[in-house]
């Protein structure tokens, strides 16, 4: 009996210790905040704690005080809002990075601005060096140039004003690009010159160059500057790339971004950006698709895989084609003329036999393919081809592949999204920033049916992933948002407004989606125990907060893997 009860009084004791056994210590704890988490009950909390790059429990400030130890940092949130880092879904890292170190000329308002910040750079650079900008837009400026073609000016006063070197501007869209007379001659190109299939060179009535390339035609100038740039070594090259990529990662971090889809890179790109992670200089986590030739698509692709690297910075499974072009251009594929060029319906960049080449590399080398479409006639011819693939490979279930943009879609097309699995990944900013030339473009009827339709996607059970295609955009997932849920015009216009999301809608676009189309969900897109911790910190909570605030809300605080490495 005696012994009983000594077996029982250990076994209390067991008990007794192990209920009072202190917490696991974390490096990192938030208190008093509004915390978003996302889990499949949308619920909130007050606390979070992080152990080395993974949350470790979510609850109330009582139950994370647990948590701290002796050398637990403790981020008192007074009551700010934190929410699952923001995935951006779709940009270009690169291109970002440039646009902060080019001439940025996302601001002009007219055709004279853009000259006047052209002639600002000529004077800071030597006779003979190629001066490249990014941003303009001729559908947003305030006042029409005199002379025009399709809406683009003539080149005839950038030649006047900066004669001794030449000059590539590419537009906002990455679609076209509009040069000076120096460029032009310096590629040899003349007025017989003919356009490349996937291409225009803009001419006037008269056969006469106006100084705009189109999609595939903007090779006939890019390639000469690709050769004045191999006049410099391979490491000055890598070097400047290095730079950008740094410029374009701390401007996302700023902007609360805590993972980028990265929309097309090339094999050499990767691997300078596979050098950055190994030397811990990227510090947000990529999903970069490969964007290269077809010869060097066959050759690497194979070699290339890569999930998760550099404790999940950099992964690799995806390969970004186009199909058409941009609306703004007037490249974007359509089933029937432009309304404003009753003789066009768009440019096909790539061959249909190519894309499809390029489908059954991503199949057969377990890829995800990720296709550039904003037509509705692009749209319908890469659905076909997916369908068709998918049919042919009944065996797999989850491919996940995407159609970037997706922005004008048939009737006929919206519901083969969510029947196929196919990820629309749009840019909610797009829609705005856009909206005023969409119906010029498509006409009202085209423009209600199929422009920017998310909430026909959504209903129709498709998961939507936003970002910003940034540098075409600013890289602001807050404005982004904004746009997704009031679709407001800066004239206060809203653009057909059956069509918003709800705010939880958005932010899950911007969150969990993004983590989804990534395949990635099961470690990031939510705030939950076992993810990573990747949150952002911002000034006001913006599923509550009046549609005007958000605009004016900050991202206070960017930390990746438990480490703040954005704090305002």
């Not at 990529?286 to 964007?291: A, H, I, P």
Request: charged fraction near 25%; glycine fraction near 8%.
């Amino acid at each position: 009996m005696k012994s009983l009860n000594k077996i029982l009084i250990t076994l209390l004791m067991i008990g007794f210790n192990a209920c009072n056994s202190p917490k696991e210590s974390a490096d990192l704890v938030l208190l008093n905040g509004n915390i978003i988490t996302l889990n499949n009950a949308d619920s909130k909390a007050t606390a979070v704690a992080v152990k080395s790059d993974t949350i470790i429990a979510v609850g109330t400030d009582y139950q994370i005080k647990e948590f701290i130890g002796e050398s637990t940092e403790i981020i008192d949130l007074k009551g700010k809002t934190v929410i699952p880092g923001f995935i951006e879904s779709h940009a270009h890292l690169i291109g970002l990075g440039k646009s902060k170190i080019n001439l940025d000329l996302t601001d002009t308002q007219n055709w004279d601005e853009v000259i006047a910040k052209v002639v600002a750079a000529s004077e800071n650079t030597k006779p003979g060096d190629w001066i490249i900008g990014r941003g303009w837009h001729q559908e947003k400026w305030n006042t029409v140039p005199h002379k025009t073609v399709n809406g683009y000016p003539y080149n005839t006063m950038l030649n006047k004003a900066v004669p001794y070197n030449p000059v590539i501007l590419s537009h906002a869209s990455g679609h076209a690009i509009l040069v000076n007379q120096k460029a032009i001659d310096l590629a040899e190109v003349t007025d017989s010159t003919k356009s490349p299939e996937g291409g225009n060179i803009v001419k006037d009535e008269n056969g006469q160059i106006i100084g705009v390339f189109e999609e595939t035609a903007e090779d006939l100038i890019n390639n000469k500057y690709l050769q004045y740039l191999s006049l410099q070594n391979s490491e000055q090259l890598n070097r400047q790339t290095e730079r950008e990529i740094i410029s374009g990662v701390d401007e996302s971090l700023k902007n609360g971004i805590t993972s980028f889809h990265d929309a097309g890179e090339t094999f050499a790109k990767i691997d300078i950006l596979k050098k950055l992670v190994d030397e811990n200089k990227i510090k947000i986590r990529l999903y970069v698709m490969v964007g290269d030739t077809l010869k060097n698509l066959r050759k690497n692709l194979v070699n290339y895989k890569t999930i998760g690297y550099g404790n999940n910075f950099l992964t690799i499974r995806s390969i970004k084609i186009y199909i058409d072009g941009a609306l703004g251009s007037r490249g974007a594929w359509l089933l029937e003329p432009y309304e404003d060029l009753q003789d066009h319906r768009g440019l096909t960049v790539t061959p249909l036999s190519e894309i499809r080449e390029v489908a059954e590399l991503a199949l057969t080398n377990g890829y995800q393919l990720c296709t550039h479409a904003i037509g509705d006639r692009g749209n319908r011819e890469i659905l076909d081809i997916y369908e068709d693939i998918f049919s042919q490979n009944t065996s797999i279930n989850n491919f996940r592949w995407r159609v970037e943009h997706a922005q004008h879609l048939s009737t006929k097309d919206i519901l083969r999204f969510s029947k196929l699995g196919v990820i629309p990944a749009m840019q909610g900013v797009h829609c705005t920033s856009d909206a005023p030339f969409v119906i010029k473009r498509l006409g009202y009827k085209r423009a209600e049916e199929g422009a920017y339709v998310w909430r026909k996607l959504i209903d129709n059970g498709a998961i939507i992933c936003n970002g910003t295609d940034a540098p075409v955009e600013n890289v602001s997932p807050l404005q982004s948002f904004y746009s997704t849920v009031t679709r407001q015009l800066k004239s206060g216009e809203i653009f057909f407004k059956d069509q918003k999301m709800t705010r939880l809608e958005a932010l899950k676009s911007y969150t969990i989606n993004g983590a989804y189309a990534a395949f990635e969900e099961n470690i990031k897109g939510s705030i939950e125990k076992g993810k990573l911790a990747d949150f952002t910190v911002l000034s006001k909570d913006i599923l509550t907060i009046p549609d005007k605030e958000i605009l004016s809300t900050e991202v206070l605080m960017t930390i990746v893997g438990g480490k703040i490495l954005f704090a305002k």
